[in-house]
């Protein structure tokens, strides 16, 4: 079964992640935008999210 187009489940660690689920992306915890695994670049390990950009993360950290 192939991983295209499949939401990846990911366990979110500090300097890397763990692949719970197969998939090729992530939804942004944020925006809801869609972001490839060979795009992902920030992440929160507190709160297991995902973001698009350093603004959404930014964000996401500023709100409850």
């Known amino acids: 079964m192939s991983n295209r ?3 990846a489940k990911l ?4 300097n890397n ?8 992306h992530v939804l942004c915890a ?5 972001i490839e695994l060979e795009d992902l670049r920030y ?9 698009i950009s ?3 993360a930014a964000q ?3 709100s409850k």
């Open 17 to 24: 992640t763990r692949m719970l689920a197969a998939g090729d």
């Open 30 to 34: 944020v925006t809801g935008q869609r």
């Open 5 to 7: 187009n499949r939401l």
């Open 54 to 56: 350093a603004e959404a």
């Open 11 to 14: 366990h979110y660690m500090a």
């Open 60 to 62: 996401a950290m500023t």
């Open 43 to 51: 992440w929160s390990v507190a709160r297991q999210e995902a973001y």
